[in-house]
């Protein structure tokens, strides 16, 4: 069975890495009252957790994504593998948001988005040739 695997989404990490340096940069560079800081600094840190969790999953191969002629398999955010069987799936659009892809998986009954996977052109022409993709 064919099976396209994604690739590492680096957009997506160093946007990510920006918007935290630039949070950063915010809280130092202005006054804020002592709840507007604190709201601020609660946000920056989710952030940073988020990144740094997901980073360590897409290094130790938990956050990729396979496409295959039966369907997805991907992992989520708690480094869970889930399987979509190609029925479910409706479409599929891949959006560019600033640098970061991001993969756009429409079911019937829920949206999947996979930010710290890729897909490159060839990828996406193979995935047309598999029916995912409308050309």
Same mark, same amino acid.
């Given at each position: ?8 989404? @680096?957009?997506? &990490? ?7 340096? +630039?949070? +950063?940069?915010?809280?130092?560079? @202005? *006054? ?12 920056? =840190?989710?952030?940073?957790? @988020? ?16 496409? #295959?002629? *039966?369907?997805?398999?991907? &992992?989520?955010? +708690? ?19 600033? #640098? ?10 829920? *949206?999947? =988005? ?22």
């Amino acid at each position: 069975m064919y099976e396209i695997k994604s690739s590492i989404n @680096f957009g997506f &990490y160093i946007l990510a890495a920006s918007v935290i340096a +630039l949070l +950063l940069s915010i809280s130092t560079a @202005f *006054n804020f009252t002592a709840w507007l800081e604190a709201l601020e600094m609660i946000l920056i =840190f989710a952030l940073t957790l @988020f990144v740094c969790v997901t980073l360590i999953q897409t290094l130790m191969g938990k956050r990729t994504s396979s496409w #295959c002629i *039966n369907g997805l398999s991907y &992992y989520n955010f +708690l480094g869970v593998q889930k399987y979509v069987p190609i029925e479910q799936i409706q479409q599929v659009k891949v959006h560019t948001i600033i #640098c970061c892809k991001v993969t756009h998986v429409k079911l019937e009954e829920k *949206n999947i =988005f996979l930010f710290s996977c890729k897909l490159t052109t060839q990828q996406k022409s193979r995935l047309a040739q598999l029916g995912y993709f409308a050309k």
